[in-house]
């Protein structure tokens, strides 16, 4: 795909027939970047989309954006955010922790026993994630946070940076004045991409208890809004 289709692309706000889109993207780029299908690592699609893009588009659409590809008429790419982590996290507390729980309970477990499998792992990791300390004032003086993918093929032609300034742009109006997120080190296309557009490193989690990825590290990101 060449730099003259970028064009085609249309940067605007999240419809609610998107959905399918957005879930088959969340999937298709879950894996530090990369498709999840195949992996045998989290085999229940349904459940990826639960917990990590089915509050944003279900309870803040308003605060989401997509990428079209006008001539295929299909979406390319989002951006999933939020202007207020610390009222988003309990909002995902009450509305989408219990979605999770009922999905691993009535579905996951006897449909798909390699995600559960790969949950259980994941506790281990949680708990060495509690061990660090938190970042001192991040929601104060970066409240919100954002989740952005572009499925293969449309990465690497300025998309993913108009959405980004389309994101940027909204939560400025808003008066928000700062922005965060989150990667890992085996990201690689990420990483250089968020450094480029302005974001600074605040902190590295190095983690040992990765069910699938060795020498894995968390990276926290964020930038100064309106300055």
Same mark, same amino acid.
């Given at each position: 795909?060449?730099?003259?289709?970028?064009?085609?692309?249309?940067?605007?706000?999240?419809?609610?027939?998107?959905?399918?889109?957005?879930?088959?993207?969340?999937?298709?780029?879950?894996?530090?970047?990369?498709?999840?299908?195949?992996?045998?690592?989290?085999?229940?699609?349904?459940?990826?989309?639960?917990?990590?893009?089915?509050?944003?588009?279900?309870?803040?659409?308003?605060?989401?954006?997509v990428a079209v590809d006008a001539i295929k008429e299909m979406v390319v790419g989002y951006i999933l955010?939020?202007?207020?982590?610390?009222?988003?996290?309990?909002?995902?507390?009450?509305?989408?922790?219990?979605?999770?729980?009922?999905?691993?309970?009535?579905?996951?477990?006897?449909?798909? #026993?390699?995600?559960?499998?790969?949950?259980?792992?994941?506790?281990?990791?949680?708990?060495?994630?509690?061990?660090?300390?938190?970042?001192?004032? $991040?929601?104060?003086?970066?409240?919100?946070?954002?989740?952005?993918?572009?499925?293969?093929?449309?990465?690497?032609?300025?998309?993913?940076?108009?959405?980004?300034?389309?994101?940027?742009?909204?939560?400025?109006?808003?008066?928000?004045?700062?922005?965060? $997120?989150?990667?890992?080190?085996?990201?690689?296309?990420?990483? #250089?991409?968020?450094?480029?557009?302005?974001?600074? $490193?605040?902190?590295?989690?190095? $983690?040992?208890?990765? #069910?699938?990825?060795?020498?894995?590290s968390i990276l926290t990101f964020a930038k100064k809004l309106g300055v």
């Amino acid at each position: 795909m060449s730099s003259q289709q970028i064009p085609n692309i249309i940067v605007g706000g999240y419809r609610k027939n998107d959905e399918p889109a957005i879930a088959e993207i969340v999937y298709r780029t879950g894996f530090n970047g990369e498709d999840l299908t195949g992996r045998n690592f989290i085999d229940d699609q349904r459940l990826f989309f639960l917990m990590w893009a089915a509050y944003y588009v279900w309870y803040e659409p308003e605060h989401c954006f997509v990428a079209v590809d006008a001539i295929k008429e299909m979406v390319v790419g989002y951006i999933l955010g939020t202007p207020d982590t610390p009222s988003q996290e309990k909002r995902f507390l009450s509305k989408i922790a219990p979605r999770l729980l009922l999905r691993l309970a009535s579905v996951t477990w006897w449909r798909y #026993p390699q995600t559960i499998w790969t949950h259980l792992k994941m506790l281990k990791m949680g708990t060495e994630l509690s061990k660090y300390k938190k970042i001192e004032n $991040l929601y104060q003086e970066y409240p919100a946070h954002l989740h952005i993918d572009l499925l293969p093929g449309y990465q690497g032609l300025g998309i993913g940076t108009r959405l980004m300034r389309c994101f940027e742009e909204h939560l400025t109006s808003l008066g928000v004045p700062g922005v965060h $997120l989150e990667t890992t080190n085996h990201n690689t296309r990420a990483v #250089p991409f968020y450094k480029k557009l302005g974001y600074s $490193l605040l902190q590295e989690k190095k $983690l040992t208890s990765h #069910p699938a990825v060795a020498d894995f590290s968390i990276l926290t990101f964020a930038k100064k809004l309106g300055v």
